[in-house]
């Protein structure tokens, strides 16, 4: 197990930006795929980012694609969330994820079930 815990989110207006961090627990931070989800206000938790362990490949949700950048800094033990161009429907509380999925395969790192550990969240809102 990973212990995660968020921080960073808040009150952004749209087209603004916010830095989510998402610090981890333990030497073996490495060892995970680490993911971001997000879940707003009557949907499902849903895919937003990931990268690998060495921050070699990253993929992304289309909503999000251009706008997002998922990063890690492994000395840190710390995965980010770089959110540029918000817009309201970016609302959601999000979440930290770590998979330790022996291959890399984004299909079936988009699904929370492929994920061991899951950090409290940080609410992100934007205001329109």
């Known amino acids: 197990q990973v212990q995660l815990v968020e921080s960073g989110g808040g009150l952004v207006q749209a087209g603004g930006s916010l830095r989510l961090s998402c610090a981890a627990s333990g030497r073996t931070f490495s060892s995970y795929n680490m993911g971001w989800f997000r879940q707003a206000p009557g949907k499902e938790r849903e895919f937003v980012a990931v990268?690998?362990?060495?921050?070699?490949?990253?993929g992304y949700a289309d909503s999000v694609k251009g706008r997002f950048t998922i990063s890690r800094d492994n000395a840190k033990n710390t995965v980010y969330l770089q959110m540029n161009a918000l817009k309201p429907e970016d609302t959601a509380v999000y979440y930290c994820?770590?998979?330790?999925?022996?291959?890399?395969?984004?299909?079936?790192?988009?699904?929370?079930?492929?994920?061991?550990?899951w950090g409290q969240g940080t609410q992100v809102t934007v205001s329109s």
């Open positions: 994820a770590a998979s330790q999925l022996g291959i890399w395969y984004v299909p079936s790192l988009q699904q929370r079930q492929f994920y061991d550990d």
């Open positions: 990268i690998s362990r060495f921050g070699s490949s990253t």
